[in-house]
Each structure stands twice: as structure tokens, then as C-alpha cells.
């Protein structure tokens, strides 16, 4: 069976794994000169720097199972989700996490939180029940009883239940670190979903979590063509004939593409109204992610980030100190900031010059942070026009029937990406592994 894989990303390769474990002949065409897609990393002076999607929930399934394939399993650590929240000018820790011992062990900070006002937690109040029995229905890849919250934003759902304190100090916050952008641009069941993963561990791998694609670019290296992008679909009949692409039209008995839905569209220009409307749905935040090396950290040394509300101003959304994850992403003592800009604010800074975007995110974590020096060791900049899908209210219904219904409407057509299901990094490698297997049925 020859199948081509369009996209070397993180679905892309999980897909190839799946199908030359199979015995599948594959190639995979990438448009750029690196995989690895919206998880890749790189080494710089000693740090290790996560250029895009930063942590593993601890209800990834599907990806720590692929670690351990890979031979990763070893690598696998957590880290506590311990984070400073900036309101009034003061920091409010807390830790992001429901076990008993863990808020037992905090609860002198609990004493001392101060983020919501008597009124604010009465709303919190209303909401912790309203989680605690939702929660099972909130799973990233199955989430077929969570499809009566993707009606409404979760902005919508927290001014209706909840309250503008939920809304501003707990759901915007999750919202905008999460996916970079809004709570009005996410449907409830995504939103929730997102708050009940981030209640429990986070973790990584030793050496970032690039290592991941690292590992399944290595696998399949031989079958694998970077800076080969492809530039059309060939639908005929109702079936897949191949890919035209720079190099002249490669002949295929399967596609599977598994580049972002805004890209699909435009590489699929035949896809049924039936396959591309549910596409049409997805929706990216931008994000101007920016990174300094420090000689020491800044943060108090069990804190892994500052959240910023959007009360605050701020053109970033939450700032991390990498050194937090594992101590082999720095030298012993150093400090890796990473800075995270959303909406907005992450638009402008994309079109500005790297000059420009590292003075002014240096004077706005000093805002925060006086003692960040004016002369870091180094900075890097990443800049993604199209960071995370933000899963607007209607589109898990939408892909949810296409998957059931017309899925297979165009034989040998394929679909893999973080769309396919609630967007995250399981997402991205079950959708791939889901699609390796639905060609090899076929």
C-alpha cells in the first residue's frame, strides 16, 4: 500500500510511525526544512527550549504509551503547576491542583489568597459542583457527552452560571495560557475540559518535549522529505489519485493530510461542502513567543509561571520559568523565561522587528520581575501565525458528525490534526494514528 502523509508534524509523524509498523509503504512530504510541526525544540548555550506546545497532561494516554514505544518512558517527568496570579499589583500563588495533599501542603497560601472577593468566591462556589459532576464528560478524545457545552463560548456559560470573577480570574486565565486566545473564542466543553486537565500534573520530558518528534523523525527519516511542500490534493471520481507537489504529481492509493484545517482547505480545493464545512470552523490564536536565558532565576524556585489576567494589560498571557520542569533544560542555577503573548497583542508583535518585540517584553516582565537584567544571556523568538486551534463553540459537533458521516465520502482522503478532536498534543497523535489505521482498514 503507498501511502503520502502531508505534514511532518507532530500527527504527520505519529501517522507514519503507525503505518510503517504495519509494513505501509509511505512518504511524507514537509513544507518546511525541520519537522516536528508545533512541537519542536532546540538546544541553545546549554538550555533546552520547547519553541512550541510545552507541557504533557496527566491524561494523555495515546502519548505516553508513544513515549514508551519510542523507548521515552524513562524520560517522562512531572513538575507542579505552581504559579504566581497578578492582581491589584500583588501575587496570588497557588497551585493547580486537586489531590488533597498537595492543597494540604499549600494551605497557608490558601489562607492568604486574595484573587476573589466574597462575591467571587460564592461563584466559585457554584462552579466546583457543577465540575466535580461534569468532570468524566471532559476528556480531550472522548468527548461525545461533553457535545451539550459546545453550544455557547465559555465566556457565555460563565456569565450565565457563574460570574465575571470566573470569568476574569479563572477562566480567561486557563483560556488564554492554554490556546493564546479568548474565553469568547472557545466553547464551554473545550474550556472546562482544559481547567480539569490543568487540576492535575503536568509533565515533560527530561530533555524537552521535542524529543518526542526527534525520536519519530529519526524512525522514519528514509521516508520523509523536508522542503517538499505539497501544493494540491488530486481528487477524481470520488477517490484520492496523489499529490501534486513542486517536483511534478506522486501517485497515492492513500492521503492522509494532516496539516492544520486552514491549510487542508486550501490543498484539498475538491473536498465535498459535506468534509469542508466542519473545516471551516477551526479557528488559530497567534502567539509572539519570546525566550531569554538567564544566569539565575527570577521566579521563587517552586514556581513554574506568572499568569497574567487580561484586567491586567498585559501583552502576554502568562510568563514561565523553564528551569521549573526539569533540571536538565538549564545550567545549575539558571533561569529560562519564556513569554507568551496572545490575541491582539501577539498580531502586532509578529509583524514587528525582533529588536523591538525583546525590548519591549523585557520592560513588561520587569513590571512584574524588577530584578530582570537588561542584558539577558540570549533571546529567541518564535513566532506562529497559527499557534493553537481554539475549538470555537460548534466545531467539536461539526467534526464530531463528519467523522461519523462523511468521513469516508472521498476513498482514500484522510484527515489528522489537533481539530479532529479537542485540540491538544493528544489530539494531534491519536488523529494520526486514528487516520494510519483507517487507511491500512481500507
Not at 462575591?119 to 468527548?143: C, E, I, M, N, S
Not at 515533560?204 to 529519526?218: C, E, Q, S, V
Request: aromatic content about 10%; proline content about 5%.
Amino acid at each position: 500500500m503507498n501511502v503520502i502523509v502531508i505534514g511532518a508534524g507532530t500527527s504527520g509523524l505519529a501517522a507514519a510511525h503507525a503505518l510503517r509498523g504495519k509494513g505501509a509503504e509511505v512518504t511524507v512530504l514537509e513544507a518546511k526544512s525541520t519537522p516536528g510541526g508545533r512541537i519542536f525544540g532546540i538546544h541553545k548555550q546549554g538550555y533546552t527550549l520547547d519553541l512550541g506546545a510545552q507541557f504533557f497532561f496527566k491524561f494523555y494516554d495515546t502519548t505516553f504509551q508513544l513515549c514508551r514505544e519510542l523507548g521515552l518512558g524513562d524520560d517522562i517527568v512531572s513538575f507542579p503547576f505552581r504559579v504566581g496570579i497578578w492582581k491589584n499589583g500583588r501575587m496570588n500563588p497557588a497551585t493547580a491542583d486537586i489531590d488533597p495533599k498537595v492543597l494540604w501542603k499549600q494551605r497557608m497560601d490558601l489562607l492568604r489568597f486574595r484573587l476573589f472577593s466574597s462575591k467571587g468566591l460564592l461563584q466559585v462556589a457554584r462552579l466546583l459542583p457543577f465540575l466535580l459532576k461534569r468532570h468524566r464528560d471532559l476528556h480531550f478524545t472522548d468527548f461525545q457527552n461533553a457535545l451539550d457545552l459546545d453550544r455557547e463560548s465559555l465566556a457565555e456559560l460563565a456569565r450565565r452560571s457563574f460570574g465575571d470573577e470566573v470569568l476574569e480570574y479563572l477562566f480567561q486565565p486557563i483560556a488564554s495560557c492554554l490556546t493564546l486566545g479568548e474565553p469568547e473564542e472557545i466553547s464551554a466543553a473545550y474550556g472546562l475540559s482544559l481547567l480539569w486537565y490543568a487540576l492535575h500534573e503536568l509533565f515533560t520530558l527530561k530533555k524537552g518535549i521535542g524529543a518526542l518528534t526527534d525520536r519519530l523523525y529519526r524512525e522514519s527519516r528514509d521516508a520523509i522529505r523536508l522542503s517538499t511542500p505539497a501544493r494540491r490534493v488530486v481528487i477524481e471520481g470520488g477517490a484520492v489519485r496523489g499529490v501534486e507537489t513542486g517536483q511534478g504529481f506522486m501517485e497515492a492509493d492513500a492521503v492522509i493530510c494532516t496539516t492544520t484545517a486552514t491549510s487542508a482547505l486550501r490543498l484539498i480545493p475538491d473536498l465535498p461542502s459535506v468534509l469542508r464545512s466542519p473545516l471551516e470552523k477551526a479557528r488559530y490564536s497567534s502567539c509572539c513567543h519570546v525566550m531569554f536565558g538567564l544566569s539565575r532565576r527570577l521566579l521563587p524556585d517552586d514556581w513554574f509561571a506568572v499568569v497574567l489576567p487580561r484586567l491586567s494589560g498585559s501583552a502576554m498571557a502568562a510568563f514561565t520559568d523553564d528551569s521549573a520542569k526539569s533540571p536538565a533544560y538549564v545550567p545549575p542555577g539558571a533561569g529560562l523565561i519564556h513569554c507568551f503573548t496572545f490575541g491582539k497583542h501577539a498580531v502586532e508583535l509578529n509583524q514587528s522587528p525582533d529588536g523591538q518585540v525583546v525590548s519591549r517584553l523585557q520592560d513588561e516582565i520587569r513590571k512584574y520581575l524588577p530584578a530582570m537584567p537588561k542584558e539577558p544571556l540570549f533571546s529567541e523568538i518564535c513566532r506562529w501565525d497559527e499557534a493553537v486551534c481554539l475549538a470555537a463553540p460548534g466545531m467539536l459537533t461539526a467534526i464530531n458528525r463528519m467523522k461519523k458521516q462523511n468521513y469516508r465520502d472521498v476513498k482514500g482522503l484522510f484527515l489528522a490534526g489537533e481539530y479532529m478532536y479537542m485540540p491538544s498534543v493528544e489530539a494531534a497523535l491519536r488523529s494520526g494514528i486514528d487516520a494510519a489505521e483507517a487507511a491500512l482498514r481500507s
